[in-house]
């Protein structure tokens, strides 16, 4: 059999893309991956997947000299020769790989990064592959509101033969703005989860004494709105400790201005300090309430990791949590008022029968529809058309 072609153009350092790309490792696929943007390194699960000579699929970087310092030659290449004018490095590099290569698929994963570079090229570069695009979080839905977005969206959703996203919500809003392929399955982009034993031997959520926010502002993340909150929630509930993870400088700045008597309940993990993926599954697991607050998101992988985990989940109706919840997850979705989320949070830290049984009815979601297994299986139709 013929060995599948596939260029996937992406984030070099984001784990969802490594996670993507790590279901296929038992198939007879020749991965192409070109970086959409810069990059400060290629994550480490990608590295794993370039350097495995065990699997069947085959990974390589294109257009990335020296893995381990990819990053730096990356903007050696592609950024820095835009100080002296030179711009569209990256394009140019795209047009001369395409034009040198033929591939099955062309998969855009994100909108902004790899759609946006895609939609620059000379429409005959792609007439003999089939081009996917994947909506990541806020791609569209954020996105479609400002003019000159609307433009690239509406283009690269002309070229693309196949998207995918996850959230029906971003289906019908590519239908809208034009998109007339063949859609693919809803599911996170960033593949499933190993289900196997979940919640075994794990402490009760009613049990646990930590309380996990996500930390992210800037212009889609509102963690200040739990971060304002902790002084009245900890004067409540005074046993509980914080984790803010993926704290971004201004929400470091709101935290650092908290009393020290609170500050000493918190622990930090800045954006650019990640803790490898398994360790911070094993927070979820550690953690009483998950709260993820923002202005626009997709699904939320940080969501869909509190369900997995036992970790009852609020976030704000801004998400796509909501789908999860229609479909029996056990949640709270609010908006993004004050009062609405104190009164979420006071709610699942006093009522120890909530957070046990969502734990138990969100265990049997994922299991039905989370796992690995599942979603790999959808995932496989992406190359088989």
Same mark, same amino acid.
């Given at each position: 059999? @013929? ?16 996670? +993507?790309? !790590? ?40 257009? $990335?000299?020296? $893995? ?10 592609? !950024? ?13 590099? =795209?047009?001369? =790989? ?15 990064? #790899? ?20 909506? +990541? ?19 690269? =959703? ?14 019908? =809003? ?24 979940? /919640? ?52 470091? #700045? ?63 109706? @801004?998400?796509?949590?909501?789908? +999860?919840?229609?479909?029996? #997850? ?15 949070? %006071? ?19 994922? %299991?039905?529809? /989370? ?15």
């Amino acid at each position: 059999m @013929t060995r599948k072609k596939v260029l996937v153009i992406g984030m070099l350092d984001s784990i969802h893309l490594a996670r +993507w790309l !790590e279901q296929f490792t038992n198939e007879d696929i020749d991965f192409t991956i070109f970086p959409s943007k810069r990059f400060r390194r290629t994550h480490s699960k990608l590295k794993s997947l370039l350097t495995d000579s065990q699997i069947s699929a085959r990974y390589k970087l294109a257009s $990335v000299k020296f $893995v381990q310092f990819s990053g730096y030659f990356d903007y050696l290449e592609n !950024e820095f020769p835009g100080l002296f004018g030179l711009h569209n490095t990256r394009s140019r590099k =795209l047009t001369k =790989l395409l034009t040198c290569n033929k591939f099955n698929y062309i998969h855009a994963i994100e909108i902004q990064g #790899a759609g946006y570079l895609l939609s620059d090229l000379n429409s005959d570069l792609l007439k003999f592959s089939k081009v996917i695009l994947t909506n +990541w979080g806020s791609d569209i839905f954020y996105f479609k509101s400002f003019t000159n977005h609307l433009v690239k969206i509406k283009e690269i =959703l002309k070229i693309a033969d196949y998207y995918s996203a996850e959230c029906l919500r971003d289906y019908s =809003l590519a239908r809208e703005l034009g998109f007339s392929g063949i859609e693919l399955p809803c599911i996170p982009n960033a593949g499933g989860f190993d289900v196997t034993g979940l /919640l075994d031997g794990n402490t009760p959520p009613s049990s646990r004494s930590q309380i996990l926010i996500k930390g992210y502002g800037g212009r889609f993340g509102r963690a200040d709105l739990p971060i304002s909150l902790i002084p009245l929630i900890s004067e409540r509930y005074p046993r509980y400790t914080y984790l803010i993870y993926s704290v971004t400088p201004d929400i470091l #700045a709101l935290i650092k201005e908290l009393p020290k008597e609170i500050k000493r309940k918190i622990r930090i993990l800045k954006v650019t300090r990640a803790l490898p993926q398994k360790e911070m599954l094993n927070q979820f697991k550690a953690s009483r309430i998950y709260i993820g607050c923002s202005e626009s998101d997709g699904i939320s992988t940080s969501f869909l990791e509190a369900l997995v985990n036992g970790a009852y989940a609020i976030q704000t109706g @801004t998400s796509c949590a909501n789908e +999860w919840v229609q479909k029996g #997850a056990s949640a709270s979705i609010v908006r993004l008022v004050p009062a609405e989320l104190q009164a979420a949070i %006071e709610n699942s830290l006093s009522d120890d029968q909530l957070v046990d049984q969502a734990a138990i009815k969100n265990r049997l979601l994922a %299991e039905r529809e /989370l796992s690995s297994q599942v979603i790999k299986r959808q995932a496989l139709t992406y190359y088989s058309a």
